[in-house]
């Protein structure tokens, strides 16, 4: 797991509480030392691990995406390879 940290006071100490918005409870991410709302965006960090992970993840990505491509690249040459030899046996039996 990430950690969160509290940009006013530089705490990593996070908890998950609820806080009234316009008449609905809606959970927030605060600071547990000075109760500062924390965004998921800006103020999340991803330990070591995750980032390592996070960067096999998309390695792995990148790479099922080449060879996705790599399999169309071979379907379309061999459909131009069949059009090719249909295109030819016609013109020797005609
Ligand atoms: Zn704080």
Do not use: H, W
Not at 46 to 60: H, I, M, P, S, Y
Not at 72 to 89: G, R, T
Request: include cysteine.
């Amino acid at each position: 797991m990430g950690y969160y940290k509290c940009p006013r006071c530089g705490s990593t100490d996070a908890f998950e509480g609820t806080e009234l918005n316009n008449g609905r409870k809606v959970s927030v991410i605060k600071c547990r030392d000075c109760g500062e709302i924390l965004r998921k965006k800006k103020d999340y960090f991803l330990t070591e691990e995750e980032k390592r992970f996070e960067a096999e993840f998309e390695a792995q990505y990148a790479r099922d995406k080449e060879a996705r491509e790599k399999v169309d690249e071979d379907l379309v040459l061999k459909i131009f390879l069949i059009i090719c030899v249909v295109v030819l046996l016609y013109i020797l039996i005609f």
